[in-house]
């Protein structure tokens, strides 16, 4: 029964109206909001099929990003490996589509294997130089207990802020799978943003299922407390199971620098 009605939920964010394919495995729709001219992308983990990562964005949209400066959505399938091996995703045609938005940061949320899709998408727009550039320094990353191919030094101080988030159920003393490399990527880049920890308490995860708090980053209560479920974890969003979004209240500005301080005057001879 629950698997046919996600079945029907997943036809019915399939047709919904505005989204438009702009790359293999991108597609992007305008909210139609005025004033506001932020972006927001999520990058789906290994798997994620399309309409799944769809389903994502729209409600993180919904329950977080519809009362703050967002007005373009992209959603991007997950990678058909875990390690993204074939270059299958079209971030070329992301980035030019990116430039033909003028004004407002550009927010990206990557979980797992995405994060790799997202790097390449750092690197095409690095490449571009010029309003490549200028878009990376617009741009806040959390990379979702993800991973570190493809993101250098160089890429990270270019962006406005990056950040490294993995889950913690307090309850059970579990971590999600890739807390680790998160811990190790934060401490590496902490003057951009550095890392996040999530409360996951929540979750209702079993003990020693990093898994299952893997997708705790994508809704706040998985649906299978033993491990991940991909299709239900990025469509099934009720009011039991909302998306995680708490990652989301990070600042997106870099903290003010200090003016330096007024030199003191030479004493008199």
């Given at each position: 029964m629950i698997g046919a009605l996600l079945a029907f939920v997943s036809t019915l964010?399939?047709?919904?109206?505005?989204?438009?394919?702009?790359?293999?495995?991108?597609?992007?729709?305008?909210?139609g909001r005025t004033g506001v001219y932020g972006t927001f992308i999520a990058y789906g983990g290994w798997g994620v099929k399309e309409a799944w990562a769809r389903a994502w964005v729209d409600e993180i949209y919904r329950t977080a990003?519809?009362?703050?400066?967002?007005?373009?959505?992209?959603?991007?399938?997950?990678?058909?490996?875990?390690?993204y091996a074939g270059r299958e995703i079209g971030n070329a045609a992301l980035a030019s589509h990116l430039l033909t938005r003028q004004r407002g940061l550009v927010i990206i949320a990557a979980h797992s294997s995405g994060s790799f899709v997202a790097h390449e998408l750092f690197a095409e727009l690095a490449a571009m130089e010029g309003r490549g550039l200028a878009?990376?320094?617009?741009t806040v990353y959390?990379?979702?207990?993800?991973?570190?191919?493809?993101?250098?030094p160089e890429i990270v101080a270019r962006l406005r802020r990056a950040y490294f988030v993995?889950?913690?159920d307090s309850t059970?003393?579990?971590?999600?799978?890739?807390?680790?490399?998160?811990?190790?990527?934060?401490?590496?880049?902490?003057?951009?943003?550095?890392?996040?920890?999530?409360?996951?308490?929540?979750s209702g995860c079993a003990a020693g299922a990093k898994w299952c708090l893997h997708d705790a980053l994508v809704t706040e209560r998985p649906h299978n407390p033993e491990t991940f479920d991909l299709e239900k974890d990025y469509q099934g969003f009720l009011?039991?199971?909302?998306?995680?979004?708490?990652?989301?209240?990070a600042p997106w500005n870099p903290p003010a620098i200090p003016p330096p301080a007024p030199k003191t005057p030479p004493a008199p001879p």
């Open positions: 964010w399939t047709a919904a109206p505005g989204w438009t394919a702009v790359g293999a495995g991108v597609s992007c729709r305008d909210t990003l519809s009362r703050r400066g967002i007005r373009y959505l992209c959603a991007v399938r997950g990678p058909a490996e875990v390690d878009l990376l320094r617009r959390y990379d979702l207990d993800g991973g570190e191919s493809g993101l250098t993995y889950a913690d059970t003393g579990t971590l999600s799978a890739n807390a680790a490399t998160m811990m190790a990527l934060g401490a590496r880049y902490a003057s951009a943003g550095g890392v996040l920890e999530v409360n996951a308490a929540r009011p039991d199971r909302p998306a995680a979004v708490a990652y989301l209240s």
